[in-house]
């Protein structure tokens, strides 16, 4: 009799993910290619995180930490997108902790008003845009 379980595939074919050396060999695969993206983020969130300190503190104010920590995430995410966006329009992704840096020197505000006017100048003005830019 054939030692196939039930299903007709081998034991090891029901094998967890977990035991599977070709699952991790894959997962280090791709958390290695994805390196760039990761150490962007983190230097888009750290620098984010720093800048509001230091305008706070030069400004006399203190912000909740939770409205630090939303702009600090907000830039690491926009940062995931910009990277995701570089070889599309040419970049290479050694370029990704520059465009991490900037994005978290800039801040959301900062970008979000600068994205506005440049999608303006090209759709041919204000569509309908509502909201504070």
Partial sequence: MDKRNQTNQAPEDNM?????PTFWAEAAGWARDMLPTFYAAGLSFCIATLRI?????????????KQIVIEA??????????VSLMELVGVPVTAA??????L????VDRVR???VRFLEK?????QGT???I
Avoid: I, Q
């Fill in 122 to 126: 090209k759709t041919g003005g204000d």
């Fill in 113 to 115: 008003t600068l994205a």
């Fill in 16 to 20: 967890s993910p977990d035991k599977d």
């Fill in 53 to 65: 300190v230091y305008e706070d503190g030069r400004a006399g104010t203190k912000r909740p930490t």
């Fill in 104 to 107: 978290g020197f800039l801040g």
């Fill in 130 to 132: 509502t909201g504070p």
């Fill in 97 to 102: 902790a520059g465009v991490g840096g900037m």
């Fill in 73 to 82: 995430l907000l830039c690491g995410g926009l940062t995931v997108a910009a």
